[in-house]
Structure formats: structure tokens, C-alpha cells
Nanobody, 126 residues
Framework: QVQLVESGGGLVQPGGSLRLSCTGSGRAFSNYAINWFRQAPGKEREVVAAIRWNSYNSIYADSVKGRFTISRDNAKNTVYLQMNSLKPEDTAVYYC???????????????????WGKGTLVTVSS
């Protein structure tokens, strides 16, 4: 089992940048694929990016490709989401999630996740 805690959200102007962190508890975290999701008001939770335990694979939603970068530092039990060129439509609560046993899901959906953090709010506004 793993516990996930997000941090790094806040208010940023359009075109700005933020870096989110997902920190996990336990030695198993370094073996877990980690997924970033977001949920805007009135919308379903959608995947943003995901990364394998060894960083060999990563995926991105089309809406964030070229602007967001997912990475991890297993020595720190942390996965990062660097978000550049932010747009108002990126405003959402951002969550990190993991599937059962930390398995890699090639096309992750929120239903695939067994573990969630509580989320961090990102607001992009002038």
C-alpha cells in the first residue's frame, strides 16, 4: 500500500509555470507507476500524464503535450509535474494516483486507480 500527497499548487497568471510534487510513503513507491489527473469544476477527472517506475515510459494528454513534463526522483519518493505555458483551461484540482500494485496502465482512467492523494488546486487567472 502507498500513501500519496500532492503539493505545489497555487495561483498563476496565464503563460506562467508551476511544479507539482507527488510524494509517496513506503519503499514500494519507487516501484509504482504514478499518474497525474486533474478535475475541473463540473467535469470528470481526466489523466494528464503518467510515468513508469523506472521512467522508461511516460504519456501525456494531448491537451498538455509540449507544455507539461512528468519526471520522478525515486530516491526522494517524489514524482513531479512541471507545467509551463499555463492556460486558464488548466485550472483544476490536480491529483496523483496509482493503480493496484503500482502497475503501469497504458491508457489510464480514474477507474483504474486504487490510491489517490487529496489533490492540490491550480488556478490560472490574470
Amino acid at each position: 500500500q502507498v500513501q500519496l500527497v500532492e503539493s505545489g499548487g497555487g495561483l498563476v497568471q496565464p503563460g506562467g509555470s508551476l511544479r507539482l510534487s507527488c510524494t509517496g510513503s513506503g519503499r514500494a513507491f519507487s516501484n509504482y507507476a504514478i499518474n497525474w489527473f486533474r478535475q475541473a469544476p463540473g467535469k470528470e477527472r481526466e489523466v494528464v500524464a503518467a510515468i513508469r517506475w523506472n521512467s522508461y515510459n511516460s504519456i501525456y494528454a494531448d491537451s498538455v503535450k509540449g507544455r507539461f513534463t512528468i519526471s520522478r526522483d525515486n530516491a526522494k519518493n517524489t514524482v513531479y509535474l512541471q507545467m509551463n505555458s499555463l492556460k486558464p483551461e488548466d485550472t483544476a484540482v490536480y491529483y496523483c494516483g496509482a493503480a493496484s500494485m503500482g502497475r503501469w496502465v497504458p491508457q489510464p482512467n480514474h477507474d483504474d486507480m486504487s490510491y489517490w492523494g487529496k489533490g492540490t488546486l491550480v488556478t490560472v487567472s490574470s
